[in-house]
């Protein structure tokens, strides 16, 4: 199995810019999560589905971000217009039914670097 | 409300030292308990797990048991590789979710 994919590793985009980040899940997995992690803050739950719904989008930071998920194969999050202080490495991560009690799946993440 | 409260690094030891790395949490109920671990520029991947009060996870000679009467699962390792430098985290289940801990940087000295 090839694991979590993200596309691209890295973006670097100017300020008001829109950046749009993928993420492929572990096939057979029903539930998907993004994660932002910076020095700061942490590693921060941004978003996550379970088949294919959003069940919980508390940790967005603001209607700059938004995520989707058309299919149980690919998940997007984007940011329109980013800013600066949105540079962090931005995981996905996947999981099998009953993540409570089983690991999760990360990514390599996304470096993102707004100037 | 719920958190995971760990050690604050960063936390240097020579080859062969001896580790711990505490972990207390605040939870309802009887969640899950987990140790994920980062390399230097991949993201987090499981170390260890134990799922109810009194198991034991163990991997990779790190190994840290459930305790529900102190509310710690503590990371220990006897004998310590610098291949073990890495950024450590503490975390635990809630609901469908994991919440982790701010985690913990280790070095190793040769």
């Known amino acids: 199995d090839a694991g979590v994919i993200q596309s691209p590793r890295h973006e670097v985009t100017e300020m008001g810019q829109e950046v749009t980040l993928r993420c492929k899940p572990i096939s057979g997995h029903d539930y998907l999560f993004w994660y932002r992690q910076t020095m700061m803050r942490g590693l921060e739950l941004l978003i996550y589905?379970?088949?294919?719904?959003?069940?919980?989008d508390s940790g967005m930071p603001e209607d700059r971000f938004s995520a989707k998920m058309p299919n149980a194969s690919f998940s997007t999050l984007k940011i329109q217009p980013s800013e600066p202080r949105d540079s962090a490495v931005y995981f996905c991560?996947?999981?099998?039914?009953?993540?409570?009690?089983?690991?999760?799946?990360f990514g390599p993440g996304t470096r993102l670097t707004v100037l | 409300g719920n958190s995971v409260t760990q050690m604050e690094g960063p936390v240097t030891l020579s080859e062969e030292a001896f580790l711990t790395i505490n972990c207390t949490y605040t939870a309802t109920g009887y969640p899950s308990l987990f140790w994920y671990v980062q390399y230097p520029g991949e993201g987090l991947q499981l170390l260890l797990k134990?799922?109810?009060?009194?198991d034991k996870g163990s991997n990779k000679g790190f190994e840290a048991t459930y305790r529900k009467e102190t509310t710690s699962f503590h990371l220990e390792k006897g004998s310590v590789q610098v291949s073990d430098s890495a950024v450590y985290f503490c975390a635990y289940s809630s609901a469908s979710k994991i919440i982790f801990g701010s985690g913990t940087r280790l070095s190793i000295r040769p």
């Open positions: 134990a799922t109810k009060a009194d």
């Open positions: 991560a996947s999981g099998p039914a009953g993540p409570s009690y089983n690991e999760q799946f």
């Open positions: 589905f379970n088949n294919n719904v959003p069940i919980d």
